[in-house]
């Protein structure tokens, strides 16, 4: 295709339909039409002028309307389905197998296909991020097939626009006019803060431009909230850890290096619905205990950059800070939340090694039950050896205890207690509540003076770089709908001929009414001929065909 | 009187006000008969001063209880509502100052009196703030969303009074039935303030034992006959009714009771209105809005999601967001009201696309609000008391 030389003079790219300069109609359908299409200001733009190669068949595709809103409701309508059952990560269950089977347990037959068509999961499936990738392309390729040539017009225009552009304008005067017309209106445009530019017999008076820029700005913002979101993706950008820590622990924090956290006490708070809470009592007896606060005390530390791996006696402590729910502990880029607790966790058990028969006791042991010593010396050269610890026992398997997980929920411990009066060893296996002699009945016994409980707070480790990155999105967003939605563009062109003859025309993308409230206080100051709204007149026009029609 | 009580009876005069005010902008607006707005204007004026005055109550309301609790009160489902119902009127009184218009305050009152009313069927004794709840973000965000969702309901009004004048209801269409169905969901609505009014004045309770989804036992109270029962439920009151039919255990047979009972009282009135008036809902009102203009119905359409959508963007994603990456570690978990909030927000973007890209305008722009109403109402309404996530007040 060739560039289009207008007749006076400027070359348009090619696809034109108004002059970008004097604003001629330069393609039939242009000519024939009684009102200017000036939603582009009649600009060439790439997806209506080119429609040969694949290339452009794709670029057209994006670029519509059509298509974009279509992707907005299909991705709409997408999201909802995600919302019929609760997606996985809600479910009690965490492996493959056992979310599968709550699905079918639960929801039956629908929460069976549910599970099958991959709703459970739904908005990690290639689908709907693919639907989320046709959006952010059709956001660039529609914003760049309207912004690029929408700015080389604008930029291009000129004060004086030939006199078949004006009378195709929505806004239309011609009448004659006064000498001091033309001066009289610049003085008075300028008053409402028009930028008004003259060349020989005209004028031309602009404002508010920039907020054709609005909605470009805004899917800008978008863009790059989307591109944050998919930074995400690469190592280093985001780290999501969880840290179980018991009370009076001291452990590295997952994924950064260097880091130790100590957790001093844990703390769970219950409304009391008294003294100062009165007002809540009523609330309190209908539901019951309402949780007032959750929260870690914890000590952070930082070994030096210099220090010796596994030495931890170096440590220098950063922080202290109580950690609880919406006081997130920060540092270094990193946010340590309060996410989750366990309430009086086993932590060591006491027993004494006594004569079953005498009672005669030989003094106490305790054993920590997370790392349980394997060797106990009692008073009297009496000791107890540790053979096995089950700390969460479910049964046995062939004889052998089994532990079902790490955690001291169900201790049970293999022993041999040696005496002077027993040298050869007794073995006993003890529970709680409970105790096995596998050999045969034993003379001695340990038996459970007390134990020792403590809580577990579960953290949750982020570091999340691309957090500015998603914020400056939305700032940019939020500029550019404001942008474009409070501000409009408004635009006079006033021409006065030979014979004193005005003419007259208005152009705004939004909100006739102020641009007429502003012409209005023009025209009665400089004397301007009276103007119509030629789209008004046509509307009525058909208002009133229907009307004879029916 | 404590401040609870004070904030409690500023509701009610606040309400009284707003049906006051109703009947006033009806009046003026059948007033007009010759269509010259000069009793219009007159009766108008007074509606509007009614309203002005209810709107302070019912920020007096607000804040009073703001003061008796020690937290923004939009916390729960009933101060949530109840917040809706206010900024509906408050957005009301906005555009009136805008655009004079009796009208939309003969639809947007009833309404806002309809969903105060609803609020006021959930619990609404002062509640403590859970954990996750205690935040200045709780104010920031919750109050953000409810003001942009008010404001984005006045669309919706005013397409309502669109459609009730270009629809045309003498000729079986689409239209008309969708409209009729408008109606009638807003008359359930009052079906459920009427039966659940009923049965807590008579101080209905049925206790029943049920297993739960989990297979675990579990105790269910029921303030509404039962018409369903729970799964494998075992009456623990004497005198309770036989439950009809029983449900599977994924299924709240209490809560489905509840919308059956509002289903039928709701479908009553809806027919006794229709048998006593002989004409259709929708043509009962349609003699009201037939000076309307048009073109100013379509303008405080596309205002109000003009002012409510940047709004709605700022509140119910960019401060949810900071919000949730404070108290859950995470800016988005796709929890259903979250996912339910994208929603609404991507539907007005399409609103604004179509209208914009397409020329969408007058009546698809129209019926466009009235859908985008509807899905605030869901996410409102159902996502809360259906669908269990994070957001789960009642
Ligand atoms: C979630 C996604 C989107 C949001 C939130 C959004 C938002 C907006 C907003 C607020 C406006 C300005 C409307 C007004 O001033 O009344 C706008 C305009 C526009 N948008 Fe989008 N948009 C989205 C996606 C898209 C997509 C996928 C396309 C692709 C076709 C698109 C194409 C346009 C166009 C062509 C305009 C009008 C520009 C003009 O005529 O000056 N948008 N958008």
Not at chain 2, 329 to 350: H, M, N, Q
Request: contains cysteine; proline residues 4%.
């Amino acid at each position: 295709m060739e560039k289009v030389q207008c007749q006076c003079g400027h070359v348009n790219p090619p696809g034109t339909d108004l002059c970008e300069s004097c604003g001629r109609s330069l393609t039939e359908k242009e000519q024939n039409n009684t009102l200017a299409d000036m939603r582009y200001e009649g600009t060439a733009r790439r997806s209506q002028t080119y429609n040969k190669s694949i290339v452009d068949k794709i670029w057209n595709f994006f670029s519509s309307v059509k298509i974009g809103v279509s992707i907005i409701v299909v991705l709409l309508v997408a999201a909802s389905i995600g919302t019929i059952l609760p997606q996985q990560a809600y479910v009690p269950a965490n492996t493959e197998a056992t979310i599968k089977a709550y699905y079918a347990d639960v929801y039956g037959v629908p929460g069976q296909i549910y599970h099958a068509l991959g709703f459970h999961d739904l908005y990690s499936s290639f689908w709907f991020i693919a639907l989320v990738g046709m959006l952010a392309i059709s956001l660039i390729v529609a914003s760049l097939d309207r912004f690029v040539p929408l700015y080389r017009s604008l930029k291009n225009q000129r004060v004086l626009r030939h006199v078949s552009f004006m009378n195709k304008q929505r806004i239309y005067g011609k009448g004659p006019g006064n000498e001091d017309t033309m001066k009289k209106a610049e003085a008075k445009l300028k008053e409402l803060k028009y930028n008004v530019s003259t060349d020989k017999n005209g004028l031309l008076a602009e404002k508010g431009r920039f907020s054709r820029w609005g909605p470009y700005v805004n899917h800008i913002g978008l863009i790059i909230f989307l591109f944050g979101v998919m930074l995400r993706m690469i190592p280093g950008f985001y780290v999501d850890e969880t840290l179980w820590i018991r009370e009076g622990e001291t452990r590295a924090i997952p994924d950064a290096p260097g880091y130790f956290i100590e957790s001093q006490n844990f703390e769970l708070e219950t409304y009391t619905g008294e003294d100062e809470e009165a007002v809540f009592g009523e609330a309190i007896e209908r539901v019951g205990n309402v949780a007032k606060n959750y929260q870690t005390d914890v000590v952070l530390y930082q070994k030096p950059e210099d220090s010796l791996p596994g030495a931890t006696d170096d440590m220098e402590v950063v922080d202290e800070y109580p950690i609880r729910v919406n006081q997130p502990l920060k540092f270094d880029g990193y946010a340590v939340y309060q996410m989750d607790f366990r309430l009086d966790e086993l932590k060591s058990m006491t027993f004494a090694l006594t004569d079953k028969e005498t009672e005669e006791s030989f003094g106490e042991l305790t054993i920590d039950l997370i790392n349980p010593d394997e060797f106990y010396e009692l008073e009297n050269g009496a000791t107890v050896e540790l053979l096995g610890y089950y700390p969460d026992f479910d049964g046995f398997d062939n004889g052998e205890p089994q532990t079902a997980t790490p955690l001291p929920n169900n201790p049970g411990f293999l022993v041999e207690m040696t005496t002077p009066e027993t040298p050869e060893g007794e073995t006993s296996f003890i529970l709680i509540q409970e105790t096995i002699e596998p050999f045969g009945e034993n003379q001695y016994k340990l038996s459970f003076q007390n134990v020792e409980t403590r809580d577990v707070s579960g953290l949750t480790i982020r570091k999340d770089k691309t957090l500015p990155i998603l914020g400056l999105g939305g700032l940019i967003f939020m500029i550019g709908v404001a942008q474009g939605m409070y501000f409009n563009h408004r635009r006079f062109w006033i021409q006065q001929q030979e014979d004193g003859t005005v003419i007259l025309a208005g152009h705004t993308n939004k909100n006739w009414f102020g641009l007429k409230k502003d012409l209005d206080q023009v025209s009665e100051f400089a004397s301007l001929p009276a103007y119509q709204d030629q789209q008004e007149e046509t509307r009525e026009q058909d208002d009133k065909k229907g009307a004879e029609l029916t | 009187m404590s401040l609870a009580d004070l904030s409690a009876n500023l509701l009610y005069v606040a309400f009284i006000a707003y049906l006051i005010a109703t009947f006033v902008f009806g009046g003026a607006v059948k007033g007009n008969k010759n269509g010259s707005f000069k009793s219009e204007k007159r009766w108008g004026k007074v509606a509007i001063t009614l309203t002005v005055i209810g709107f302070i109550a019912n920020l007096g309301y607000f804040f009073t209880r703001w003061g008796a609790t020690g937290h923004a009160p939009l916390s729960n489902m009933f101060e949530f509502t109840t917040a809706f119902g206010m900024t509906l009127v408050g957005g009301f009184i906005l555009l009136y100052l805008l655009y004079k218009t009796p009208v939309l305050g003969m639809v947007v009152l009833p309404v806002a009196l309809l969903i105060i009313a609803f609020a006021s069927m959930f619990p609404s004794e002062v509640s403590p703030l859970i954990p996750a709840l205690q935040s200045n973000w709780l104010a920031i965000h919750v109050s953000t969303v409810v003001v942009a969702e008010g404001v984005l309901a006045i669309s919706a009004a005013a397409g309502l009074v669109y459609l009730l004048k270009v629809v045309d209801l003498s000729k079986n269409s689409k239209q008309r039935f969708w409209l009729e169905a408008i109606m009638y969901s807003l008359i359930l609505v009052l079906g459920f303030v009427i039966s659940s009014t009923y049965f807590s004045l008579t101080n209905y309770e049925a206790n029943f034992e049920y297993v739960d989804k989990e297979g675990q036992p579990a105790e269910i109270t029921y303030n509404m006959p039962p018409i369903f029962g729970m799964n494998e439920y075992v009456a623990l009151t004497d005198d309770a009714m036989t439950p009809l039919a029983e449900t599977p255990a994924v299924i709240n047979a209490g809560k489905l009771t509840t919308v059956t009972w509002s289903f039928i009282v709701g479908t009553i009135l809806y027919w006794l209105i229709r048998l006593i008036a002989r004409k259709r809902v929708t043509a009962i009102f349609q003699p009201f809005v037939k000076n309307v203009n048009l073109n100013l119905m379509d303008e405080i359409n596309y205002r109000s999601i003009i002012i409510g959508f940047p709004l709605f963007s700022l509140g119910a994603l960019i401060f949810a967001m900071i919000w949730a990456q404070i108290a859950w570690s995470r800016f988005w978990g796709w929890d259903p009201k979250e996912v339910w909030a994208l929603i609404t927000w991507l539907f007005y973007a399409a609103y604004l696309h179509l209208r914009l890209g397409k020329g969408w305008q007058g009546e698809k722009s129209a019926w466009l609000a009235v859908v985008g109403f509807a899905i605030i109402m869901f996410n409102l309404v159902a996502v809360n008391l259906i669908i269990a996530g994070l957001h789960s007040y009642a």
